[in-house]
Structures are given as C-alpha cells and as structure tokens.
C-alpha cells in the first residue's frame, strides 16, 4: 500500500519560514519522482517543486525560485520542501504526489498516481 503523509504546514508571518516534509512509504524505485503542488482557495492546483530520484534533478514553479527548496532523504524516505521568504500568495494547502516510475515530468501532475492528504500553509500577518 503505497502512502504519503505530508506534514510542518502551519501559520507563519510574512517573511518567515516553514519545512514541509512528505514520508512515502509502501514501494521501492529506482526512478521515482516526487512532487510538491498546492492549492489556494479559489485557484487551480499548480506545481511547485519536484525532485527526481534518478539524477536528483528538480524543478520549481517561477514564482517559488529562490526562495523554495525540495530535497531528499532516502534513509528516511522523506522528501522536504524548504520555504523561506514566505508571501501572502504563498497561502495555500501543499500536496506531495508520488511518480512511482517517472513516467512525468517534473512540475506537471502526469504520472503523478498517489498524493497525500495535504497540509495547509497560511501566511498572514
């Protein structure tokens, strides 16, 4: 049973920082990837960073670029989502999502089969 438990979301002031971690538990793969979205009320789900297991290349959406970094901890089976600088527009509830063959591309929803129940992230001050 392939799981993934998103946690570290909370209320931080304009500015601040939060750690977003996502456990993955249940499978075992050489080119996984996994992926970090987010959701803001009345808005589309968008992408915001992504890492892939094969070469640990990654992505992130313009908007997070330099403030945001994904990363990896394979003994835990932990990924984690570094979020400094943080902005109003940053508000939102963040999803990690599991391509359990990297069949996707990072940054897009495709391939992306299994997701977690998400954390919500609010930024105000």
């Known amino acids: 049973q392939v799981q993934l438990v998103e946690s570290g979301g909370g209320l931080v002031q304009p500015g601040g920082s939060l750690r977003l971690s996502c456990i993955a538990s249940g499978f075992t793969s050489d080119y996984y990837a996994i992926g970090w979205f987010r959701q803001a009320p009345g808005k589309e789900r968008e992408g915001v960073s992504c890492?892939?297991?094969?070469?640990?290349?990654?992505y992130y959406t313009d908007s997070v670029k330099g403030r945001f970094t994904i990363s990896r901890d394979n003994a835990k089976n932990t990924v984690y989502l570094q979020m400094n600088s943080l902005k109003p527009e940053d508000t939102a509830v963040y999803y990690c999502?599991?391509?359990?063959?990297?069949?996707?591309?990072?940054?897009?929803?495709?391939?992306?089969?299994?997701w977690g129940k998400g954390t919500l992230v609010t930024v105000s001050s």
């Open positions: 999502a599991a391509d359990l063959y990297g069949v996707g591309y990072c940054g897009g929803e495709y391939g992306m089969e299994y």
């Open positions: 890492i892939k297991s094969s070469d640990g290349s990654t």
